[in-house]
């Protein structure tokens, strides 16, 4: 890897627009298009949004933790929480499917995730959190790493 940050910050709403420009901000670097950059930015605040919402339930109580790494062209990103976990991904990632329909959720967050990015890999252990791996490469990127 040519370049990484890690970032801890509490669970809470006000945080996920912290996160998406402080990754956003870490890639830059990298000279994305904008439309790269608004990919990113949007896996980011998908996936912050999950782990607030769904992996602590809104409760103030648990951090979100993300690593970025840029190698070469390719960006890498992991989003960890340490919530209360998916039970069953598979049907997590179906396009409209929510846990939390009451605060009009649209269950599309791994959707879009997963169309803005190369590759995602999602791992949950109920009671235990989760993390969201996702990767992407830059059509021109040009950062030079000493």
Not at 123 to 145: I, Q, Y
Request: proline share 3%; glycine share 6%; charged share 25%.
């Amino acid at each position: 890897m040519n370049n990484e940050m890690h970032l801890k910050f509490r669970a809470i709403s006000q945080n996920e627009s912290f996160a998406r420009v402080t990754v956003s901000a870490f890639v830059a670097q990298l000279d994305p298009t904008m439309d790269e950059l608004t990919e990113i930015k949007t896996a980011v605040s998908e996936a912050v949004t999950n782990a607030i919402i769904h992996g602590y339930e809104n409760k103030r109580e648990g951090y979100v933790y993300i690593s970025a790494w840029l190698d070469g062209d390719t960006v890498e990103l992991e989003i960890r929480d340490e919530g209360i976990g998916i039970s069953n991904i598979e049907e997590a990632k179906q396009p409209l499917f929510t846990t939390k329909p009451e605060l009009e959720r649209s269950g599309m967050g791994f959707t879009i995730m997963e169309n803005f990015v190369d590759e995602m890999t999602i791992e949950s252990d109920p009671n235990h959190g989760t993390v969201v791996r996702l990767k992407k490469k830059l059509s021109n990127a040009k950062a030079v790493f000493n």
